[in-house]
C-alpha cells in the first residue's frame, strides 16, 4: 500500500500581503499527478487544512475541488484537523464524506476509531488524531492532565488498545502537534499550554508510520515519525528548506521505504543586506531578481523612498528593515548623555529631521516651540494656540 503523507495547506493564507491561493492550487494539482503517477492508495493530511478557523470562500472551493480529483484519481483521503482549523467546519457532513472515500476526523472522542483500507497483505488501520488541545481534548479522552503529552498518551492509548484487537493489521498515526526532537519556524503559531508542548517520541512506539503535521519544515524524527512540512514557505525562516511530502510505501509486515517527492517552487525566498545603491547598481545581485527578498539596507543615514527603489529592480520584495553601519543606530552613548545639553527645542527639531532625513522648515519650528512653551498649561490653551498657528499659516 502506497501512502502519500503532507500536511499544513493553510489554504487561504497569504505570505506578507502576497496572495497565494494561485500557489497553493498549483501545488494541489502536483499532488493529484503524483497519486497518479506513483499508484498512491492513500493520502494522508495531517492538519491545518485552512489557515484560520473561517476561512476566505475561494479557500473552501478550493479544498472542494481538490478532494473531489484525488479521489477521482483513485486515492482515499484521510483529514485531521489542526490547531488554525475549525474542527466543527471542517468536519461538517464526515459521515457522508466516508461514503467517497474521504475521511476527516475532529473529534479527539474518535481517536481509537481507525480508517480500515487493505492491501494484498492484509489490513492497514490508519489512526487520525486531530489536534488535541488539552483543555478541549482533555473531557472527551478523560484525561486531567492540562499538557499535550498527557492527551496524546491517553488518545494513544485507545489507539493500542484497539490494535490489540486487530492482530497482524499493519498501523498508522496521524496527528497535529509538537514532537520533541522538532524544529520550528518563525509561521507555527505556538500551542503550548503554561510552557507545556512537547509530546515525546515514546508516545508513538509500536506504530509502523506516523504521519505529523504542525511543523513547516519537512523532517525526519526517525525512521517511522516524520513531519512532512508545509507545500509552501509562510516565512523567510524557511527560505532553507526543501518543500517535500512523504511517499510511504508499506510492506507486508511494516513500512518498506519512505520516498521525498520535492513539491514545485512557487518563488525562492532569499534574504538582502547591504547599502541601498550597491544592492540597486551591482550586477551580482541580478540573480535575485524573480524572489521574494526580506531586505536590510546597512546605509549610515536612511535612504529616501526605499521600498519603491527596490521594487524597481526587485519587484517581489517584501520585507524592508534597517541595521545603519555607523550612524545613529550605532550610537552605543545613553539616551540621557546624547541629550545633555540641548534644548527641548533642539531635541524636538532633531527627531524629525531624523525620522524623516529633511530639517525642520521655519513653519514647523514656530509650531513646535508654541508647543514646547505651552506643555506646562491647560490643554484648551494649547489646542487654542496650535489652531491659531495653523490658521495663521493657511491664512
Known amino acids: 500500500m502506497r501512502l502519500l503523507h503532507t500536511s499544513d495547506w493553510h489554504l487561504g493564507r497569504s505570505f506578507h500581503r502576497e496572495d497565494l491561493l494561485g500557489a497553493q492550487s498549483r501545488f494541489?494539482?502536483?499532488?493529484?499527478?503524483?497519486?497518479?503517477s506513483e499508484s498512491v492508495d492513500a493520502v494522508l493530511v495531517a492538519g491545518d487544512v485552512y489557515d484560520r478557523a473561517l476561512p476566505p470562500i475561494d479557500a473552501v472551493s478550493l479544498l472542494d475541488e481538490s478532494l473531489r480529483r484525488l479521489t477521482d484519481a483513485g486515492a482515499s483521503v484521510v483529514v485531521i484537523s489542526g490547531n488554525h482549523d475549525s474542527s466543527r467546519r471542517l468536519g461538517f457532513a464526515s459521515k457522508l464524506l466516508d461514503r467517497a472515500g474521504v475521511y476527516v476526523r475532529t473529534d479527539p472522542g474518535t481517536s481509537g476509531q481507525p480508517v480500515l483500507l487493505a492491501d494484498e497483505h492484509g489490513g492497514v488501520a490508519i489512526y487520525p488524531l486531530p489536534y488535541l488541545e488539552p483543555d478541549a481534548a482533555g473531557a472527551a479522552l478523560e484525561c486531567d492532565e492540562r499538557a499535550h503529552a498527557a492527551v496524546t498518551s491517553a488518545a494513544m492509548?485507545?489507539?493500542r488498545a484497539d490494535l490489540a484487537a486487530r492482530p497482524?493489521?499493519?498501523?498508522?498515526?496521524?496527528?497535529?502537534?509538537?514532537?520533541t526532537g522538532g524544529e520550528a519556524s518563525e509561521s507555527e503559531r505556538d500551542i503550548s499550554v503554561g510552557g507545556l508542548c512537547d509530546v515525546p517520541l515514546a508516545a508513538f512506539a509500536g506504530i509502523d508510520y506516523t504521519a505529523l503535521g504542525h511543523l513547516h519544515g519537512p523532517q525526519r524524527l526517525s525512521d517511522a515519525v516524520r513531519y512532512s512540512g508545509s507545500p509552501l514557505p509562510y516565512s523567510f525562516s524557511e527560505e532553507h528548506q526543501r518543500k517535500s511530502t512523504w511517499l510511504v510505501e508499506l510492506a507486508a509486515t511494516g513500512v518498506g521505504s519512505v520516498t521525498r517527492v520535492d513539491?514545485?517552487?512557487?518563488?525562492?525566498?532569499?534574504?538582502?543586506?547591504?547599502?541601498?545603491t550597491d544592492l540597486l547598481v551591482d550586477a551580482a545581485y541580478d540573480r535575485w531578481s524573480s524572489h521574494y527578498l526580506a531586505v536590510t539596507l546597512t546605509d549610515p543615514v536612511r535612504p529616501r523612498d526605499p521600498m519603491e527603489r527596490l521594487r524597481?529592480?526587485?519587484p517581489h520584495t517584501l520585507l524592508l528593515e534597517f541595521d545603519p553601519e555607523g550612524g545613529v543606530g550605532r550610537d552605543a552613548s545613553s539616551y540621557t548623555a546624547r541629550l545633555r545639553g540641548r534644548s527641548d527645542l533642539d531635541i524636538a527639531t532633531g527627531f524629525v529631521e531624523f525620522v524623516r532625513d529633511r530639517a525642520a522648515d521655519e513653519w514647523e519650528k514656530t509650531?513646535?516651540?508654541?508647543?514646547?512653551?505651552?506643555?506646562?498649561?491647560?490643554?484648551?490653551?494649547?489646542?487654542?494656540?496650535?489652531?491659531?498657528?495653523?490658521?495663521?499659516?493657511?491664512?
Open 312 to 314: 524597481a529592480r526587485f
Open 367 to 395: 509650531l513646535l516651540r508654541e508647543a514646547i512653551e505651552l506643555s506646562g498649561r491647560e490643554q484648551p490653551a494649547l489646542e487654542r494656540s496650535a489652531l491659531d498657528v495653523v490658521q495663521g499659516r493657511t491664512a
Open 28 to 36: 494541489l494539482d502536483h499532488l493529484v499527478e503524483v497519486v497518479r
Open 263 to 276: 513539491s514545485p517552487v512557487h518563488r525562492p525566498l532569499a534574504r538582502l543586506r547591504g547599502q541601498l
Open 157 to 159: 492509548a485507545r489507539v
Open 168 to 179: 497482524g493489521t499493519r498501523s498508522v498515526v496521524m496527528a497535529h502537534l509538537f514532537a
